[in-house]
Nanobody, 124 residues
Framework: QVQLVESGGGLVQAGDSLRLSCAAS????????MGWFRQAPGKEREFVAA????????DYADSVKGRFTISRDNAKNTVYLQMNSLKPEDTAVYYC?????????????????WGQGTQVTVSS
């Protein structure tokens, strides 16, 4: 079992930055690929970014490429999502997720463990 707790969400203005954190506990963190997903009101959950076990391989949704950066610190059992140049359309609940596999994926169904989410609201 892996427990995930997100933090760092909040209310910001368009163009601002935020860094989300996701602290993991329960199993060996470095054995898990990590992903960030988001869900806006009335919309389906969508992929944002993913990191391989080591952090050496990352993947991003086209909508955030160049603005968001996923990183991880395996010594601290934490994955981060640095979000720059935020837009109102980035407003959503952001979730981190863990997958006990080598390769990253954008498919939410492939992630077994999920956090409770943190709200990000970007005003125009």
């Amino acid at each position: 079992q892996v427990q995930l707790v997100e933090s760092g969400g909040g209310l910001v203005q368009a163009g601002d930055s935020l860094r989300l954190s996701c602290a993991a506990s329960g199993r060996t963190f470095s054995n898990y690929c990590m992903g960030w997903f988001r869900q806006a009101p009335g919309k389906e959950r969508e992929f944002v970014a993913a990191s391989s076990r080591s952090g050496g391989s990352t993947d991003y949704a086209d909508s955030v490429k160049g603005r968001f950066t996923i990183s991880r610190d395996n010594a601290k059992n934490t994955v981060y999502l640095q979000m720059n140049s935020l837009k109102p359309e980035d407003t959503a609940v952001y979730y981190c997720a863990a997958r006990f596999e080598i390769w990253t994926t954008s498919n939410a169904n492939e992630y077994r463990y999920w956090g409770q989410g943190t709200q990000v609201t970007v005003s125009s």
